[in-house]
């Protein structure tokens, strides 16, 4: 009868829709505009992000902390949305280099040292653009008073920065990266842009 078909077709369409939100609750595609994190991720990139483990440890009431070295997409915490226009559903992708207790300096306003071990910083020759570098560099100087080093990286944040650091704004510039505003981790790619694009 009419009334069975539309049932069936009601509820295959709840079920299409409960489906649906359960798969952006536990992936989203993220398509990557900034070179901060060439070359493992570049621009164009189109990264599935996987949001299970962060949502599942929400969900018992934990937060979910990342290893030393995880790349993880986020959303804008405050100090960061007042310096780049986002809008709600952006998500930024960094990578974690100091946890909660770790001790962070810096030198010559880029050189990062997690206790006491400099970092090395990114040979990508896109890293090397010295219109992103001056504008980062301007960008530091017009608000130096932001993060002051050394930091201890605080409980319940990582410290993050680009791969490609010399064009990263990143924890060096807006601070420690709350775990709240951690949404996921990269799980693969939906469409990967070619080096010479």
């Given at each position: 009868t009419a009334l069975s078909a539309a049932l069936?077709?009601?509820g295959a369409l709840a079920t299409l829709g409960f489906s649906?939100?359960?798969a952006a609750s536990?992936?989203?595609i993220s398509v990557v505009e900034?070179?901060?994190m060439t070359p493992a991720i570049r621009p164009g990139d189109a990264v599935?992000?996987?949001r299970l483990a962060v949502s599942a440890a929400r969900g018992l009431g934990r937060e979910w902390t990342p290893s030393r070295?995880?790349?993880v997409?986020?959303?804008p915490p405050p100090a960061l949305a007042k310096l780049a226009p986002t809008k709600p559903r952006d998500l930024f992708v960094k990578r974690v280099v100091a946890l909660p207790g770790d001790t962070v300096d810096l030198r010559d306003r880029l050189s990062v040292s997690v206790n006491g071990?400099?970092?090395l910083a990114s040979k990508a020759d896109v890293c090397r653009d010295p219109r992103a570098l001056n504008a980062l560099r301007a960008l530091r100087s017009n608000d130096p008073s932001v993060v002051h080093f050394p930091l201890v990286v605080p409980d319940h944040a990582v410290f993050v920065l680009g791969d490609c650091s010399d064009v990263s704004v990143d924890s060096r510039i807006w601070g420690p990266l709350p775990d709240e505003y951690i949404a996921g981790r990269p799980a693969g790619f939906l469409f990967r842009r070619s080096a010479g694009s």
């Open positions: 069936t077709a009601a649906a939100f359960v536990v992936f989203s900034s070179l901060s599935i992000v996987e070295n995880d790349v997409f986020f959303r071990r400099r970092l």
